[in-house]
Structures are given as C-alpha cells and as structure tokens.
C-alpha cells in the first residue's frame, strides 16, 4: 500500500486488495479503542509512517482475560468514533462478539473481523456474512489450519465469497503460542487471502496473571517469515505507548517502530513476487527427494 497524502473522504478497500500480485496490505491501530482523541492521533501517525492502511480498534473487548479490566467504550460509542476515524479517510476493521452486532458494524466497518475464540460460531459467521461486507476470520489457537475453511464456507453459504483467514498462532502447551508456517501456505491453498497477526501470535495468554504477557522482541521475526511465505497482508496492534496501553500493550508494536518495521516487509514482498524470485522458484519445486537422487547419480 502506498504512501498517499491526508483524505477528508470515506476511503473503501476492495476484497480484491487481498490477493496474489497485489501491494501487502497493513491491518494496523490499537487492540481497543481508548479515547476519541488517542484513535485519530494514531491513525494519523500510521498514516504517516507507512501511507494507506486499514484501520482496526476494537469497541468491546468481550473476551479480557479478567472481569475487571478495561473492555472499551461499547457498541453505540464505539461505532460513532469508528464512523469519525473513516470520515478522515480510513478504511475500518472491527471485531463483533455476537450476531445482533453484524448489522450495525457493518454501517461503519469495511471488514467484520470473527475472533479467534468464536471462529466456529455458526450465528456469528452467517449474521457476518449477510451484511455483504469483508468478513475476516480469525483462525483460533485450537484449530488446524487444514480445518478453517470450514468456517470460511459458513461464510460463503450466505452468498457473500469476501473472506479473509488471519494466522495467530496455534496453543502450544499452556501460556504459549507457536506459528506453524506451513498453516499459511495450507490455508492459502483452500483458495482464500490469508493475513498473519504479528502481535497476537507474540501473545503469552494470562502470562501477566489477570491479563495476558508478550514477547515484541519476535514481531519483526515473524512477520518477516510469513510475508516471505506469501501471505496477502500483514495485522499488527500498534501502540504510541506499549506499556500504558489498556489492551494487549505487552504484544503491541511500538509506534516508533512501525516505518521501518513495514518497509522491511514490503521489500520482502516485492522481491517474493519478482518474475526472477517466482521462476527460481519454479525451477526448484518438486519433490526435494527426488532432486536429491538426481544429485548422486
């Protein structure tokens, strides 16, 4: 995505965006919306360090690892100051909970997002899809990635084919996540666009005790592996201060960081998509086994 000066308009993003032999696309903004003031300032300064993106906060954060912590402002508020941030030009992305939720998002967001935890919701998944917009389904920590076109199809069977799979890591023993990069390559190949959240799958659930810990040192890590993999489009919380954040600021990436960090991943992406990269590859697929028998004879 590219660099483009400061919009007064509603900018859609198109399903197309997502796809082979399209510009990375950035899923990028707070885990939750904090205060009117602080989601334009940080869209601005998105905006600024990378150019065009879309942009995500959440209204309710209905899954907190404790009852007693900050979830957001709620539904009604929370849409009015989404409807504020697009009305500056920025595409929207935001998670709904439960069916009833679909409708009204959906008059703000360009993209429904499906948390992990609900990804099997049947309700949840077809009230997404009858709204006609983008629906992105998180793959939850449990779920193989050979598994989660199931939930794609649900999706599909309301007539709505805009769906986008989103990698977040996979549970790997209690208070642990692990990327399996073969999933993105699994789920790619059932035939839709594939993301990979870059700050969730640093996540070390309820490792803060009544809240979940992180590990940022491994965002840059691993979003460099999954774009040089081929995903579509990268998903990362992004906070101007990671330690006062009220959600998720021990995996959120720092403000500061984010030029550099997508500048490094778009090049990735260029060259992965080079006609030399992609002929290279060409010539080195098969069977590595069988390369290998030719090599001794």
């Known amino acids: 995505m590219k660099r483009g000066r400061r919009r007064s308009i509603p900018v859609a993003i198109e399903y197309s965006a997502f796809g082979r032999g399209r510009d990375l696309v950035l899923i990028a903004g707070p885990c939750v919306i904090e205060s009117e003031e602080h989601v334009h300032r940080l869209a601005r300064g998105i905006r600024d360090a990378v150019g ?55 008059e703000v967001a360009d993209i429904l997002q499906i948390p992990a ?5 049947t309700d949840l998944l077809l009230a997404a899809g ?8 998180k793959k939850g920590q449990f779920v193989a990635p050979h598994d989660i076109h199931r939930a794609a199809e649900k999706v599909v069977s309301t007539g709505n084919r805009q769906v986008i799979l989103t990698e977040r890591g996979s549970s790997f023993g209690y208070n642990n996540l692990v ?53 579509d489009g990268v998903f990362v919380e992004v906070h101007d201060e990671p330690e006062k954040a ?30 030399d990269f992609l002929a290279t ?9 069988q390369s290998r028998d030719r090599q001794k004879l």
């Open 52 to 106: 065009e993106f879309v942009f995500k906060a959440s209204f309710d954060k209905a899954n907190r690892t404790s009852g007693g912590t900050y979830r957001g402002p709620g539904l009604k508020e929370g849409l009015r100051i989404l409807a504020g941030v697009k009305a500056e030009g920025y595409p929207i992305l935001t998670d709904i909970h439960e069916a009833w939720q679909a409708e009204p998002a959906a």
């Open 281 to 289: 590859q060409k010539r080195g697929s098969g069977d590595p086994n």
């Open 130 to 137: 009858r709204t006609g917009r983008m629906v992105n389904i």
């Open 179 to 231: 990327v399996d990069m073969r999933g993105l390559q699994i789920m790619r190949d059932a035939g839709w666009p594939v993301v990979f959240d870059a700050t969730h799958s640093v996540q070390v659930p309820g490792g803060a005790g009544d809240a979940s810990g992180g590990q940022p040192q491994f965002i840059a890590t691993l979003a460099r592996a999954a774009v040089a993999a081929g995903v």
């Open 246 to 275: 009220l959600s998720d600021g021990p995996n959120a990436l720092r403000l500061t960081l984010l030029g550099d960090f997508w500048r490094r991943l778009t090049d990735i992406h260029a060259l992965v998509g080079s006609a």
């Open 117 to 121: 935890f609900l990804c099997r919701q």
